[in-house]
Structures are given as C-alpha cells and as structure tokens.
C-alpha cells in the first residue's frame, strides 16, 4: 500500500452554491407538480438530535446510547412561487387577496450544490438534496424605505422534517445524491423524473424509489434467534424470527411435521427424530429465509 499523500492535484474539493430549486407540496403522502422555486439565496442544513447519553454499571461506563437525529434547515429566498403559500399558512380568499395564519401543508424540495475542484473548479459536478416531509414555521419580514442603498426583502424560514420509511434502513427525511460518484444513466434518469419532461410532469419520488432508479437495493434478512434446539416429546419451544424491515409477515415450516411441528414460532415435539423448521418472508418474488435443526428425544 502506497504511502498517504496530501492535496495532490485534482484531489482539493470544495462545496458551494445553491441552485435549481425546486418545490413540491405534499398531496396524500406523494409529491407531484414540482414547481421552480426562484430567488433562492441559502439553504442552511442544521441537523439535531443524537446526543450521546452515557450509561454506567459496575463502576464504569457500560456503554452509550444515542438519541434519534433530526434534519432541519432554514431556507432564505428573496421571493417564492404562488404554490409556496399554503406550505406558509396562506390561503387565497379572494384574486389578489391573501389571508394568513392557516394550516401550514406538508412538502418536499430539492435543490443542487456545486462541486468544485483545484482542476475543474466549479465544473467538477453537483450534489442533489432530497427533501422530504418538510414543515416551515412563520418568516420574517422586514420593510424598509428606499434609500441610497437600497436591499431588496428577503424571506427567511426555519424548516422541519419527519422521516419517511426506507425499506431495510431507518427512516430519513433527505437523501444526497453525488454526481461524480453516481451512475450517469441512473442520475439522468432521476432527474427526469424531478424536473419533469416533455411527457411527464415534476416530481419527488419516495426514498425507495430513489434507491431503485440509482440502483440501490434494499436490505432484506431473517434470522432465527436459534440455529438449533433439543426438545423431549410432549415439550414445546418458542423461536423468534427477526426480519429487515420489521414487521414483515413470517411464514413457518418443519421438514419432518410427524417429528416436529411449528406453528407462529411454537415447536412442539412429537415424535423422537429430527426436523429442521424454516421461517422465510417472500418480497419482490424473492423468498429470505432461516433455519433451525431440531432434535427430538424420548423422555
């Protein structure tokens, strides 16, 4: 292995801008009818949460556990589209007349930062943020009369999130997509689906479906809380089968029922000999399964 080497060329990488912009108010847990959001100044990412949270025993730190994490932000624009205003608390009562302090309705947003580089500078490439399940609190605004220095207003709005599901991960409200590391064919086919075509409309795909177009796979597994067991005739047992994602509906078996037989994880033995029980879950036409060898004896 070669020996490590630092700022060689090429390899002097920053992050900066903001740009492309888009918003994509909630409607029954999707995200369609993106629309451009222009006159975005700043997006400022403030995750939270996972503080550590010691735990002693035995005169010692046992060990740490950590809360859950948080996404946040605060978005600054100097102007915002017609369909922002219900995401804001407004609604329109009448043309041209606007009343505020409403429900505030669930979006989605993604915007782009430039990658740069001491080579490429700011050609290098771009990162795409995926925003999910976001909420926005009351702005301020502040206005001013013209001067000899004049500053247009600008808008400034603390956001919130609450995770989506991930199928074989924890639930996320955002996703960040490289695209110097992604595949050029899964990113370009992504952005189609965000910014729309000539066929098709803008809009935010869920977390799984961004895992499937980048070519992500999810994580599936079962696992047996045993690998084997002993029991007498006429004596049960109980496995417990794991499954990622939980909650996925297990279905049971014994290779001998006239030794063993299982029913929701109880194995009860029958006869002496052996059997071998099989939890499985079957997802996308694939079947994930575990198993455990059972010996039966004689009392």
């Not at 730190?61 to 102007?79: P, Q, S």
């Not at 796979?217 to 939980?246: C, E, F, M």
Request: overall charge negative; charged content about 15%; glycine content about 8%.
């Amino acid at each position: 292995m070669p020996r490590l080497t630092w700022d060689n060329t090429g390899e002097r990488f920053y992050e900066t801008g903001v740009n492309q912009c888009v918003l994509y108010p909630a409607v029954n847990g999707a995200y369609p009818n993106g629309v451009a959001w222009n006159g975005i100044s700043s997006v400022s990412e403030s995750p939270s949460g996972a503080d550590a949270n010691a735990i002693y025993a035995d005169n010692i730190k046992y060990l740490e556990l950590r809360a859950a994490e948080e996404f946040g932000a605060t978005i600054e624009a100097y102007t915002y589209p017609d369909e922002f205003a219900i995401c804001d608390g407004s609604e329109s009562i009448a043309n041209g007349v606007v009343i505020g302090q409403q429900v505030r309705k669930p979006f989605g947003l993604c915007y782009r930062t430039i990658l740069g580089n001491d080579t490429d500078k700011d050609s290098y490439g771009y990162k795409l943020h995926l925003i999910y399940n976001a909420m926005v609190s009351p702005s301020e605004k502040s206005y001013q009369t013209v001067n000899d220095s004049p500053e247009a207003v600008s808008f400034s709005w603390e956001m919130t999130t609450t995770p989506l599901n991930v199928t074989g991960y924890k639930p996320t409200a955002c996703i960040t997509i490289d695209s110097t590391k992604a595949s050029p064919a899964n990113l370009s086919a992504l952005e189609d689906i965000l910014y729309g075509t000539s066929n098709s409309d803008p809009r935010l795909p869920l977390p799984d479906e961004v895992m499937s177009v980048m070519g992500g796979s999810a994580v599936y597994d079962i696992v047996l809380n045993r690998s084997n067991a002993t029991i007498a005739v006429g004596a049960s047992i109980t496995l417990k089968a794991t499954t990622t994602p939980a909650g996925e509906t297990v279905t049971w078996a014994s290779s001998a029922g006239s030794k063993a037989s299982v029913s929701n994880g109880v194995v009860s033995g029958l006869e002496a000999g052996s059997a071998t029980i099989t939890a499985s879950f079957t997802k996308d036409a694939v079947t994930y399964s575990d198993t455990c060898a059972v010996t039966v004896v004689s009392e």
